[in-house]
């Protein structure tokens, strides 16, 4: 896959939580992955803030290893 944020960013919260799941990782194991803290995924996955596309597209690769 190819990272392309003009035709594949979808920051909508149930698809993020959906490639969370495919990671398969604890939220902390996927936060240290990221670089990022448990509450920004929560946020994620409330929908209260918008999930970058570079770290959506590091979820799709996580999920699809």
Wanted: aromatic residues 8%; glycine residues 6%.
């Amino acid at each position: 896959m190819r990272p392309d944020a003009e035709k594949h960013y979808n920051p909508d919260p149930a698809y993020i939580g959906e490639l969370i799941i495919n990671t398969e990782m604890t939220r902390d194991e996927l936060a240290a992955k990221l670089g990022v803290t448990d509450r920004s995924i929560r946020h994620w996955i409330a929908g209260t803030k918008k999930v970058a596309y570079t770290t959506q597209y590091a979820l799709e690769n996580l999920g699809s290893t």
